[in-house]
């Protein structure tokens, strides 16, 4: 770090810490702000890049005697605490971060750190129910397993093998990782960024919760079409659950088997069979954890604190690269679409770029062939007629499915050429990317676009006798119960995008573009054509 600070680009040899300089150097010069676009695919580096900025940035704008702790501490430490709760092993990362982050690292007028704030992106809900041979669950899990023997006593834990939400997968440790020593770093990162004891008792307590209630299985009742707790054993953990949540234990069999229906005449109970159930189990299990990862940012948030009058700052933006799998959910079309977004910010910059060259250098540029990837973003998300509006269009009908879904849009971009019907199916569509086809499965874009509490979860959870858990389920007022029905996670998204392109517009970029040297996720070796792909992808990019 001593030798890049204030080196001219290019003196050294490359690292990220060249890059960090020319931002701070820039900042401090030219007093404006500066942002890091750090990506590349899943594996590649993404996140010990923007953790090796994070650090060069405290290093040359931190507070060398301050009392107690410091912003950049703060800051650095906020690090592990959002890995243990947005990470999980993938087959192609260990660590790999399962939601997309932008950090804005404020500095005051003398260039010193004065404030931050964290924005996270669409966390992959489904892992916390659902997880492939080979994978695991958020690190948090395995951690807490690992606690102290009163900690695994009070929640009543023990072997991950034992609890559903982990044993789908034959995956449970990670080489060179030990569990019980990072649950112990997990919580000394908590105190630096200052959450409490009583919070962080509450916060794995909400985690014990969760891996229970993955294990109340249902069967059959008597009458047709209910369900009921399976055995005792499924009791065991109905009971735990609702003593960690501090909830009633009746109530949430009722809130997990049940359903209120208001009709214009009346109020009716109706029961859901087992696999109904299942679905609403799993839904409550993801609607807590996504609210608890949403605590966990807002509160280191609040504890760095925002400098208002902060006139600059450097954002370090670490977010998903570009996917294509065999199968590609909802979750691919919305890493994709941010991807396009991104790509769009760089085609402008880098032609603006050319264009200010050209003119110092008087030369016409009027014939400098412009890439540009708009029309694959009004496809996306064009208002009204885009790929967005018309799945939030097909959720608010309740007769739509998939496949009515699925024919409005072969209807609607019969001849964009972005798009493709594939041959042999009814329910897949194609989006010609920036960086190649991909061929979306429509099955579950519905269910995981809509945004929308189970009321009965939310009552039950408001009401919890612990402050922590019913502050995580702040009572929806009236007004809102309406609109939330029909809020959706793409529209949502899509507005996070927007918001975060308006400040990267207002910031110089600088791109770090990181490749992975191998599939095997092994040190010191290098698959040329694995690289050479990456590359490509990189020169089309550009
Ligand atoms: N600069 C580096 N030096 C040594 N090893 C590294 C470096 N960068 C990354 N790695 C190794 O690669 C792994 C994956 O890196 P990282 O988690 O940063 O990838 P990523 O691009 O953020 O992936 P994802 O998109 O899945 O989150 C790290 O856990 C580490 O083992």
Not at 56 to 65: I, K, M, R, T, W
């Amino acid at each position: 770090m001593e030798r890049y600070k204030g080196a001219e680009l290019g003196r050294m040899s490359p690292h990220v810490f060249a890059i960090a300089d020319i931002s701070y150097r820039a900042m401090i010069d030219e007093r404006r702000s500066n942002s890091i676009l750090v990506s590349g695919e899943s594996g590649a580096g993404k996140t010990e890049t923007t953790k090796l900025i994070m650090q060069y940035l405290a290093f040359l704008g931190g507070h060398s005697f301050a009392e107690g702790r410091t912003v950049e501490q703060q800051i650095l430490e906020s690090n592990p605490v959002l890995e243990a709760f947005g990470n999980a092993k993938t087959v192609r990362n260990n660590n790999s971060s399962r939601f997309g982050k932008f950090v804005e690292i404020q500095f005051d007028n003398h260039g010193r750190i004065s404030g931050a704030a964290i924005r996270t992106y669409l966390l992959e809900r489904s892992r916390v129910c659902q997880i492939s041979d080979r994978e695991r669950n958020y690190h948090c899990f395995y951690l807490l397993c690992s606690a102290p023997a009163e900690e695994i006593e009070a929640y009543k834990l023990g072997d991950p093998r034992s609890f559903h939400y982990l044993n789908q997968s034959s995956c449970y440790e990670l080489d060179d990782v030990n569990d019980a020593q990072e649950y112990l770093a997990t919580r000394r990162a908590m105190d630096v960024v200052g959450i409490n004891e009583n919070d962080q008792e509450a916060i794995f307590r909400v985690v014990a919760a969760i891996l229970h209630l993955g294990n109340i299985d249902f069967a059959k009742g008597e009458e047709i079409d209910t369900s009921v707790i399976r055995d005792e054993r499924s009791m065991f953990h109905l009971e735990m659950t609702a003593r960690l949540l501090m909830c009633e234990s009746h109530a949430l069999e009722d809130a997990l088997c049940k359903r209120v229906m208001i009709t214009p005449e009346e109020i009716i109970k109706r029961s859901l069979d087992p696999l109904g159930a299942t679905i609403s189990r799993d839904g409550l299990a993801k609607t807590i954890y996504s609210r608890l990862f949403d605590w966990l940012v807002d509160k280191i948030n609040h504890s760095i604190g925002q400098d208002s009058n902060s006139r600059f700052l450097i954002g370090v933006l670490d977010i998903y690269g570009f996917e294509s799998f065999k199968s590609n959910s909802f979750e691919q079309f919305c890493i994709n679409y941010t991807n396009e977004k991104l790509q769009q910010h760089f085609n402008q910059h880098v032609f603006k770029m050319e264009q200010d060259e050209y003119t110092k250098e008087g030369i016409d540029w009027s014939y400098v062939n412009f890439i540009d990837n708009q029309d694959i973003l009004d496809l996306i998300e064009k208002k009204p007629g885009g790929i967005i509006a018309l799945l939030d269009e097909a959720c608010m009908f309740p007769r739509s499915t998939h496949e009515t879904f699925c024919e409005k849009l072969y209807q609607s971009f019969k001849s964009n050429k972005r798009f493709i019907r594939p041959k042999l199916t009814r329910t897949d569509f194609t989006i010609v990317h920036y960086a190649g086809e991909v061929q979306y499965q429509s099955e579950q874009f519905l269910d995981k676009n809509k945004d929308y509490i189970v009321a009965e979860h939310q009552d039950l959870l408001t009401s919890s006798k612990c402050p922590f858990v019913a502050s995580l389920f702040p009572p929806l007022v009236e007004e809102t119960t309406k609109t939330s029905k029909f809020s959706t996670l793409g529209a949502r998204f899509k507005l996070q995008l927007q918001q975060l392109m308006d400040t990267l517009n207002s910031t110089e970029p600088h791109y770090i573009r990181c490749v992975k040297p191998n599939d095997e996720l092994k040190p010191l070796l290098f698959d040329n054509v694995n690289v050479t792909q990456q590359l490509r992808s990189g020169v089309r990019c550009a």
